[in-house]
C-alpha cells in the first residue's frame, strides 16, 4: 500500500516532500538502540591491563549440577598448626611471566600443605611443611566475575572435569566454592581473564593435583605477600 501512495502522489512536490518526511521519523522509530551496557564488549582482566580477552576462559560450574567426583566436608577439616610459618621461598631467576611455573618439592619434609593466591601479584605459591615447593603466573576473574577472597578448602577434586555450562574441559580442577570457583589447568596468557576461577599452566595442575588433599587450605588474598618466617594464615 505503500507503494500505491507514493505513486499516486509523484506528481506533487509538496505531498512528497511530506512523505519523506514521515518515512524518516518511521525510520528513526524502529533503528535498533545501541547497547549501551556493552554486552558484547570482552571482559579485560582485573590487575593486568585494558588488553581484552578474545577467548575468555569458562569454567564456573554450580555444585548442584555436578556429579561429586570426590567429595569432602568442609567441616571435617582441623585448623593450620600454629607454627606453620614460612620455612623457604623459591628461588626463581627466570622471568616470572604468563605461562611460566616452577616446581622444585626434593628433600622437602612431609607436611601440611597450602596453596597461597595473591591476584594483585598475579601469582600461586605452593606450600608444604612451610617450604615453597610450586609457583606460578595465573590468569583469574575478570570485572564482571572476579575471583572471591578468603580461605577456601579445597571440597573436590577431578582430573577430567568438564564444564557442564559451557562443555569446557577443567583439567585437574580443585573446587574451592559452591558456585563453581576452582584451581585448573588453563591457558594462561597475558590480559586474558576468567569467569571467578583460578587458571594455572597444565604442567604445574597436575603437580599440584597429584600433592594437593580434599580439604588443604587455598588461601586467596590481594595485595597480602609472605616473607620468610610469616605465619601462612
Not at 590487575?47 to 569432602?72: K, L, M, T
Not at 623457604?88 to 612431609?110: A, C, M, N, S, T
Amino acid at each position: 500500500m505503500v507503494e500505491k501512495i507514493a505513486y499516486r502522489l509523484s506528481a506533487s512536490v509538496l505531498l512528497v516532500t511530506a512523505l519523506a518526511i514521515v518515512a524518516m521519523l518511521v525510520m528513526g522509530l524502529t533503528r535498533p538502540a545501541p547497547d549501551s551496557a556493552g554486552a558484547t564488549a570482552t571482559p579485560s582482566k582485573v590487575a593486568i591491563s585494558a588488553a581484552v580477552d578474545p577467548e575468555p576462559v569458562v569454567e564456573n560450574v554450580p555444585e548442584s549440577a555436578e556429579p561429586a567426583a570426590e567429595s569432602f566436608d568442609v567441616a571435617e577439616k582441623l585448623p593450620l598448626s600454629d607454627t606453620f610459618v614460612v620455612k623457604r621461598i623459591l628461588q626463581i631467576d627466570e622471568p616470572f611471566v604468563h605461562g611460566y611455573y616452577k616446581w622444585d618439592d626434593e628433600g622437602v619434609p612431609e607436611g601440611e600443605l597450602v596453596v597461597t593466591v595473591d591476584l594483585k601479584a598475579e601469582s600461586i605459591s605452593v606450600f608444604r611443611a612451610g617450604y615453597e615447593i610450586g609457583a606460578a603466573v595465573i590468569t583469574f576473574g575478570d570485572s564482571r566475575k572476579p575471583t572471591p577472597t578468603g580461605v577456601f578448602p579445597i571440597s573436590q577434586k577431578d582430573a577430567d572435569h568438564v564444564s557442564n555450562i559451557y562443555d569446557a574441559p577443567m583439567p585437574y580442577m580443585l573446587r574451592l566454592t559452591n558456585d563453581g570457583v576452582a584451581i585448573h589447568a588453563s591457558d594462561v596468557k597475558w590480559g586474558w581473564g576468567t569467569h571467578g576461577c583460578i587458571g594455572v599452566p597444565m604442567e604445574f595442575a597436575r603437580l599440584l593435583f597429584e600433592q594437593a588433599e580434599l580439604g588443604d587450605r587455598v588461601i586467596v588474598t590481594n595485595g597480602k605477600m609472605l616473607e620468610m618466617g610469616d605465619a601462612i594464615l
